[in-house]
């Protein structure tokens, strides 16, 4: 079964710095998708990012950019000139099937 | 055009009771999935339905069930409530069964157990 790790319960940055918010995972499988969902206190999850893993090249949008490894199995989301409102927990998350597995969140503070 | 529609928003109920959840996906999106998010497990995949049938299921007693209808409009169930079943219950919904699709989220049901 595939699994989904973040080891960063929690971390702080400050407004317009960048962060790092940390993921792997685990499968025997070659073609899959990977997310990253952000879920503000609001709740509603919306989704940040997403990268095919037959796709070499990294994903990115705008301000967030993702470094993925796929040997390592690793799947990391760079935050650029953070703002208050990226404020959030982040779900790192794994699909194949439409089966979709999450990791344990980092909840995101940024300071102004 | 409208998101996922989560009905009720807030609900309260006791041990042994049982609940039903609705989810309105977005218009023209088939696939909905169900996923249980609590702060001790975070979020767990419940079930994923296409076209009125279930594709696949997560790791949960029988006591939860879901279905959709013609229109994939969505229900899930949960009988005999347990304390442990309060929790975030979120749907999302995609166009298509198909892996590369991005899950939508609605807001989500939160159900209290006493």
């Known amino acids: 079964a595939q699994t989904v790790t973040q080891s960063q319960p929690e971390m702080s940055v400050q407004e317009a710095e960048t962060v790092t918010l940390s993921c792997t995972y685990d499968t025997s499988e070659n073609n899959y998708y990977l997310f990253w969902y952000k879920q503000p206190p609001s709740r509603q999850m919306i989704l940040v990012i997403r990268?095919?893993?037959?796709?070499?090249q990294n994903a990115t949008e705008n301000r967030f950019s993702v470094n993925f490894q796929k040997a390592a199995k690793s799947f990391s989301l760079k935050i650029s000139d953070s703002q208050l409102g990226d404020t959030a927990m982040y779900f790192c998350?794994?699909?194949?099937?439409?089966?979709?597995?999450f990791g344990a969140g980092t909840r995101l503070t940024v300071k102004p | 055009k409208a998101g996922v529609t989560q009905t009720p928003r807030y609900l309260i109920k006791t041990r042994g009771q049982q609940v039903t959840l609705s989810c309105s996906p977005i218009s023209g999106h088939r696939s909905v999935s169900w996923y249980q998010q609590t702060p001790g497990q975070g979020l767990q995949f419940l079930f994923e339905y296409f076209s009125e049938t279930q594709r696949n299921k997560g790791n949960f007693p029988g006591r939860f069930s879901g279905r959709q209808f013609s229109n994939s409009r969505s229900e899930m169930n949960v009988s005999t409530l347990e304390l442990g079943d309060s929790a975030l219950y979120l749907c999302a919904s995609s166009p298509t069964a198909s892996g590369a699709n991005v899950l939508t989220f609605g807001a989500g049901s939160r159900l209290t157990v006493l």
């Open positions: 990268q095919e893993a037959y796709k070499q």
């Open positions: 998350a794994f699909m194949r099937d439409n089966d979709m597995r």
